[in-house]
């Protein structure tokens, strides 16, 4: 069984900065990338940022600049720097793996709320 844990969701003003972090456990095998992806609501989830297992990362053009997705230190994990938030950041937070745990598919995390408001 995979489980993906999100952590350090919250409330933050404009212009500030928050992190996300994502562990991925269980029985993987490999992972091929993660990655992190937002639900605003009355909207679709969209995609934030991925990054590979060989370190390519790529952002959706409303965050580049202002977000940063990075391995963490500890294996399987994934964080997500955000920085000069704005109120059109806000959302429900997920996080996504690209894994291989007995069959290749994706997994989900239970997701975090991120609210940017003054």
């Known amino acids: 069984q995979v489980q993906l844990v999100e952590s350090g969701g919250g409330l933050v003003q404009p212009g500030g900065s928050l992190r996300l972090s994502c562990a991925a456990s269980?029985?993987?095998?490999?992972?091929?990338?993660m990655g992190w992806y937002r639900q605003a609501p009355g909207k679709q989830r969209e995609l934030v940022a991925t990054i590979t297992s060989g370190g390519m990362t790529n952002y959706a053009d409303s965050v580049k600049g202002r977000f940063t997705i990075s391995r963490g230190n500890a294996k399987n994990t994934v964080d997500l720097q955000m920085n000069s938030l704005k109120p059109e950041d806000t959302a429900v937070y997920y996080c996504n793996a690209d894994l291989l745990s007995g069959l290749r598919r994706s997994y989900w995390g239970q997701g975090t709320q991120v609210t940017v408001s003054s």
């Open positions: 269980g029985s993987i095998f490999s992972i091929y990338a």
